[in-house]
């Protein structure tokens, strides 16, 4: 669901990270914030409360290119992890180009992990799209942890459709940029299409 302002010239795009509460999706856009030239980025918006550290959304404008002489501008967003703010998840959906599932490598986690999927598959459907053809990619977070469950392993639970996946540690960048960069592509694959 693109949005594309012509007097600006400008395409924007839409990627959610979805997965389970904890599994470090504010921790991939913290770091690609950081590390983000500045005049290539907008604000950084997160909402906590006391039971989720992001209730709604971080907000990030990322400019990676231009397609058909239109620059094309990311909006990085993040889900809620927690079950109980569903409604929010499936308003941050709401017209989204690419997905990226951060799952969280620990093996007690898979458990968590495999729901969000299966919730992140339920609410695409329920607005109207399709995990099977939605750019999309898979992370797993906290590669550098002793209880990490092997990455065939979790490759094995979690790959949905031979998705890109990536072993991440987003608390130094480690997968943070090569996870993003593969969903843009795929996204901007997706636009040259139309």
């Keep these: 669901m ?112 495999i729901e969000s999927l299966q919730n992140l598959d339920k609410n695409l459907k329920e607005q109207g799209y399709d995990l099977k053809s939605v750019p999309y990619a898979l992370q797993m977070n906290k590669r550098d942890l002793p209880t990490a469950l092997a990455a065939d392993e979790m490759y094995r639970q979690l790959n949905f459709k031979g998705e890109p996946t990536f072993e991440a540690v987003a608390m130094n960048g480690t997968g943070v940029f090569d996870t993003l960069k593969a969903v843009a592509k795929l996204v901007l694959t997706e636009l040259k299409k139309k």
């Design 2 to 113: 693109t949005f594309i302002n012509y007097a600006a010239r400008e395409i924007n795009c839409k990627i959610v990270y979805y997965g389970p509460g904890l599994c470090g999706k504010t921790t991939n856009l913290q770091w690609i914030y950081d590390k983000t030239n500045p005049q290539a980025k907008g604000k950084l918006i997160s909402l906590a409360t006391e039971t989720d550290r992001t209730l709604f959304f971080d907000f990030l404008p990322l400019d990676l290119g231009t397609v058909r002489g239109f620059k094309t501008r990311f909006h990085l967003y993040t889900v809620p992890g927690q079950v109980f703010y569903d409604a929010s998840r499936k308003l941050i959906l709401k017209g989204v180009d690419g997905v990226i599932f951060v799952a969280d490598s620990q093996e007690p986690r898979m458990e968590a992990n």
